[in-house]
Every structure is written in C-alpha cells, then in structure tokens.
C-alpha cells in the first residue's frame, strides 16, 4: 500500500533524523511543504557530545526563527586559545575581535539541546521513529519519488537525504560514487561536570594528537580529542583508559577532566569523509544535505553548519508550487561549490593539526607563534569568509508577519 500526499500539499519526505534533516523539514513545512520526518532510531539519540554553532550556521537557523534562541544559550568564553601539550600558549584568542570578525560568537551546546530545539519547531506528528528508508524510486518531471519503508511505500514530490555519512540514498542516487574513506584519525567526546577550578578555553595541539576543553553554558564541560590510529579501534581496557594514556599527562586542567569522566560518557568514533565531490546534490526529485552529500573532517567544527546551511538553501529552492528540477540544480550549483571549498579547508587544517614529524610540529607552531604576534585579525582571517555567509532570504516568521500586517491593513 502506497501512502500520497493529501489535501493538494506537495509532499516532502525527510530521511533522516538528524540536525540537517530537522531543520530541513522546519524550513520546508514554513515553505509550504506536507513534511514527514523518517527516522530509523527508536528515539531521537544524537551522535555525538557537544556542537558549535558558528554566526554562519546560526544565521542559517534566523531563517525558521530559532537563531535568537541558540545564541542564548552561548557561555562566556573568555580569552582563550591554542595551546602545547606543557600548557604553553601558542596564540590567544580575543573573543571580541572573533565576534567582529565572523559576525557573532560561536555558541556551543549539547547536541541533544539543538536536536531539542529542531524536533519542538516541528508539528506533532511530523517525525516517525523506528522508520527505516530505503530509496525505490528517484522520481523525474512525470512521476513521484518513491521511499519505501516497513508499514508501505510513501510517494513524495520531494525526498532529502539526510541519511548520514554512510547514507543508503546517496548509494542509490550514485552506485559508481567511492563514498567515504577513512581519514586516519579517530575523535572522543565527553560532557562531564565542571571540574571545579576556572581555566581557558583552549585547543592543544601535540604530536598526532589533539585535545580541546570548553565550557557549556548549563555548567558543564565538553571536552573532544582526536589521535592518528587504526580504524575500528577499541582499547580493551575501555575508552577512559585509552584516553588517560593519550592525554593524562597534558596539562590542566586535563587531567582533571578525565578526573570528572566516566567511561560510559565517552564516545568514540573513526573519522569518515567523503572521497571526492559527487556530481550534483540531487537527482530526481531527491536532494541530498549534510554528511550525505559532503562528509567533512571535523577540525573547523564546520560539519553541522553546512547541514544546517544546506537545509535552509534547499527549502529557498524548492519551491512547492514552482518547477522543482530547476530548483533543485540551483540548490546543487550553490551548495556543491562552498561545501567542498569548506571541506577542503578542513582537510588541510586536519593535517597541519595532526603532524607527527617533530621538524614539521616546531616549524608549524613558531608559524602559528608568529602569526599571532602581528594581530588576531589575521588568525581569524582564514575562516571570517565561512563563518560570514548570509542565507538566501529572510526569515520564514518575519515574512509571515508582514504578510499578516499587511492583510490586516487590507481588511475594512
């Protein structure tokens, strides 16, 4: 049995229950979409610890009326910065001259926080869980695309695939695609309670390994790492264990994060990105967004930015009443550009931060050591162009309440 739109609504159909596909199905619905979310998770269980929202993705956020609501949730940072793994400063951050430079303060929060947020801005009924996907049909000008799952086959007018790195849509859409490879290093988070003496926020960079220490705003601490090792690697004596061997010896306040950690708060996951561009963002009438379409290494945290990016570039697009396949090309020859520009940038930043050879380290800290004596502006000005980017429209709410402003005026 075949489910199909009703009441004349075009139908989108969402697979994928992540941040890129909660926002998408936020930013369709208020585009005049009939949304269903399809999540194969029997609850909504975010991957991961902690995400920072830089202004990029927060604007990208303004446009379904919830940027207001993230950036209240940002911790004062304070002066921070890089750091050697003997606590000596490589360069310090000033968070006003970040703030100026990337239009806003980047604001970190719990995952499980933003997926929150995403899931209340949708209406009840919206997200099915337990709803495994597969792709049956990618549509075309004549015909539906059609999504297949266990209670039926759900016909739509749009489907995106919000399915993850190791997405089954983006196979489907293109079988000869290599996907993802491995990229040689492996990450561990951690939320734990504030460890009880003040420190800055800071990144330490040693050989072939780094660890950074944040505060959230509810009190908390996240805390990430990442080390060149085997893929599908698992230290048989727990991962708290392995991290205290990688890192006990860094300096504070380290150590007494590990301190606060308990080995079942610690997530461990192999680095994947995508080998090389796909040829498009879509096909059909199926749009690929987040790590589907361009699985990036994690080392500007710019991962779930771009999701969200993509979500809201594609909602501007995809225009419910309009002709959809020339929506969706623009969709691929907007995004697909700037994507693989900021994955590309992550690469190469991943390699300068994971150097194991002590000649390239020293040459690479007395650059960083040197850079940061001429002026913030310009170790901040490699990422300003990201972190500036401007969405394609206005908010979704600021518009509804213009036009209900201007009906009321019309109205005797």
């Not at 049995?1 to 009703?6: A, F, L, Q």
């Not at 969402?14 to 930013?27: D, E, H």
């Not at 196979?171 to 800055?200: I, M, N, Q, S």
């Not at 048989?236 to 061997?245: F, N």
Request: glycine fraction near 12%; hydrophobic fraction near 45%.
């Amino acid at each position: 049995m075949s489910e199909r739109s009703g009441n004349g609504a075009s139908r989108a159909v969402v697979v994928g229950g992540g941040i890129g596909g909660l926002t998408a199905a936020a930013a369709l619905i208020r585009r005049g979409w009939q949304v269903t979310v399809l999540e194969r998770a029997a609850e909504l269980r975010p991957v991961g610890a902690g995400i920072g929202l830089a202004p990029n993705g927060q604007r990208a956020l303004d446009v379904i009326g919830l940027g207001d609501e993230i950036r209240a949730l940002a911790a004062w940072q304070g002066d921070g910065g890089l750091r050697t793994p003997g606590g000596r400063w490589l360069s310090r951050t000033d968070p006003q001259a970040a703030a100026e430079a990337f239009g806003g303060s980047v604001v970190l929060l719990h995952r499980a926080t933003l997926i929150g947020i995403l899931a209340a801005a949708l209406p009840a009924g919206t997200l099915r869980t337990a709803a495994a996907a597969e792709l049956v049909e990618c549509g075309g000008a004549d015909r539906p695309a059609v999504v297949r799952t266990a209670e039926g086959d759900i016909e739509a007018e749009l489907v995106v695939a919000a399915d993850g790195i190791h997405s089954t849509l983006r196979k489907a859409l293109f079988p000869t695609h290599p996907g993802t490879e491995y990229c040689g290093f492996t990450t561990w988070r951690v939320v734990v309670p504030h460890p009880g003496r003040p420190f800055a926020p800071h990144e330490t960079w040693g050989a072939g390994r780094i660890w950074g220490t944040q505060p959230l705003k509810d009190g908390r601490v996240y805390a990430y790492a990442a080390a060149r090792t085997r893929p599908g690697g698992r230290a048989v004596d727990g991962e708290l264990a392995e991290l205290r061997r990688l890192f006990g010896t860094w300096h504070d306040p380290i150590p007494a994060v590990l301190d606060a950690a308990r080995d079942t708060d610690v997530l461990r996951n192999d680095v994947h990105r995508i080998a090389g561009a796909l040829p498009a963002y879509h096909r059909g009438r199926v749009a690929l967004i987040g790590d589907a379409a361009h699985a990036m290494v994690p080392s500007l945290g710019q991962g779930g930015n771009q999701a969200i990016e993509d979500a809201v570039v594609l909602a501007h697009h995809a225009d419910p009443a309009g002709e959809l396949a020339a929506g969706l090309a623009r969709y691929s020859a907007e995004r697909l550009p700037r994507t693989m520009d900021v994955a590309g940038r992550a690469e190469r930043t991943a390699r300068l931060t994971m150097l194991s050879n002590p000649v390239g380290i020293a040459a690479r800290n007395s650059l960083i050591r040197a850079a940061s004596t001429l002026g913030p502006q310009l170790m901040l000005r490699t990422f300003a162009d990201i972190a500036l980017w401007q969405p394609p429209r206005r908010p979704y709410a600021d518009q509804a309440r213009k036009h209900d402003t201007a009906r009321r005026q019309e109205t005797p």
